[in-house]
């Protein structure tokens, strides 16, 4: 969910960091552009380009071969596809190019309170045909007053991703579900000579979203605790669950490689790719980055146990991977529509979600072969199919409270505070950012 450089430096973005290129197409016809298209445009030279500004780098190989196949089949269209990096810098380009007058056609949002600054600018949704088709968990981040302003990319699972060979090789029969279960697994991996866990601490986007959602998710309710931030009766200093998911984080310090805080995603990722390490944060997105670097790997994905209460650990954190929506005064909103309709509804478009972006469908209608989403994709989908998932929280912490909570992990790594410290720093960040 992050970007790449160095690994995927062979991976031409289309239409990289032209954010100043605006559109000068005419407005389709909506349900008719795709028959429009095939006709060529309405004005010679006069052709229509959607600017679309894509969150997730680990496909940006496989939306470039989209684009070309998309093209050849609607003349006429051009689609400008600009990968930028996750997180703090994806909204802050976003910020930025609609502050100068240059918003992408389509983006990307998170949902939920992530959704607020932006509503205003999304286009209602809610009469498009794949609605009907979109699964309940993928459907609540972008529904707000009965009207749906996005279309889910797909859907991801976060845990550890784990290579099952050196799990084997260290005589580990079966991922752990429990704390002293994982710790076990550590001991036995660094006796086997092998290093337990790959860090990226070198940024807050895995600590401060994906990491501390582990904390957030395994409240009795999690909506309620949040609720209880926000109006002061729950504090995260006092919570025993949090106070047990700080001994994951130890766990995974303890056992992780040296010098994390210098590890970035890039060199992390490959590290587990290559075998330099058996366990590495992360989810089922990284399947076409390591369908690359390391073919046919032999990986799983397993629980982030914060205790030794099994009935709460054996669960992954499963959500949509982020939604598409629609900026509601581009003058290419009607292709766009057209192109995510064509993206869900037909063959070559459900092709690319499953066979080539190993995604897990959020819709009804289209159904995923296991070998075709890969091994890391169709284990989370045994979860889904168990009922084994808890929730991803973090569209819904206030702006800025998860940059915060990153940096204080960081000085909690770095020994500079204590636990306890931690948390009351994670506090007086949602106290102050609520009020904004």
């Known amino acids: 969910m992050r970007k790449w450089i160095s690994v995927l430096g062979a991976i031409a973005v289309s239409g990289s960091l032209m954010a100043g290129c605006g559109s000068k197409a005419e407005p389709g016809s909506g349900a008719n552009a795709q028959a429009n298209a095939a006709k060529g445009p309405d004005k010679p030279g006069k052709a229509v380009t959607i600017k679309i500004m894509n969150f997730k780098v680990e496909i940006a190989e496989q939306f470039n071969k989209l684009k070309e196949e998309y093209e050849k089949t609607h003349p006429g269209v051009k689609l400008q596809i600009d990968t930028v990096l996750g997180g703090d810098d994806y909204n802050t380009q976003l910020k930025a190019r609609f502050a100068s007058g240059e918003m992408p ?20 949704l809610s009469d498009q045909p794949w609605v009907k088709d979109e699964i309940a968990i993928a459907k609540e981040p972008m529904t707000r007053n009965g009207k749906v302003y996005g279309m889910p990319v797909g859907l991801e699972g976060l845990g550890f991703v784990y290579n099952k060979d050196m799990f084997a090789k260290a005589g580990i029969t079966e991922p752990p579900k429990t704390l002293t279960q994982l710790e076990d697994a550590a001991k036995k991996l660094q006796a086997a000579g092998m290093q337990p866990f790959v860090n990226t601490f070198d940024n807050w986007f895995g600590l401060g979203f994906h990491a501390i959602d582990n904390a957030f998710a395994k409240q009795p309710d999690p909506n309620a605790f949040i609720k209880g931030l926000n109006d002061g009766s729950a504090k995260f200093t006092d919570n025993a669950i949090f106070k047990d998911w700080v001994h994951l984080f130890d766990l995974d310090i ?98 690319y979600l499953t066979k080539e972006f190993k995604f897990i469908p959020a819709f009804s209608n289209i159904k995923a072969n296991p070998a075709d989403i890969g091994p890391l ?31 204080s992990m960081q000085k909690y790594i770095a020994q500079k505070i204590s636990s306890e410290q931690m948390l009351a720093e994670f506090q007086a960040a949602w106290d102050k950012m609520k009020s904004r």
């Open 105 to 124: 056609d389509i983006f990307n949002n998170e949902g939920y309170k992530q959704m607020d600054p932006w509503l205003e600018y999304l286009e209602d």
């Open 377 to 407: 994709s169709a284990a989370v989908q045994q979860y889904i199919d168990k009922g084994k998932v808890l929730g991803w929280h973090w569209a819904k912490f206030p702006d800025g409270a998860a940059q915060e909570f990153g940096a």
């Open 254 to 351: 303890k056992y992780g490689n040296k010098n994390a805080l210098t590890t970035d995603y890039n060199n992390a990722t490959t590290m587990f790719a290559t075998g330099k390490g058996a366990i590495n944060q992360g989810g089922n997105w990284l399947q076409p980055v390591l369908d690359k670097l390391s073919p046919g790997m032999n990986v799983g994905i397993m629980p982030m146990p914060i205790n030794d209460d099994e009935k709460m650990n054996d669960k992954l954190f499963v959500g949509p991977a982020n939604n598409w929506v629609i900026y509601n005064k581009s003058p290419v909103k009607n292709e766009a529509k057209e192109f995510l309709n064509w993206l869900v509804s037909s063959e070559a478009g459900q092709k």
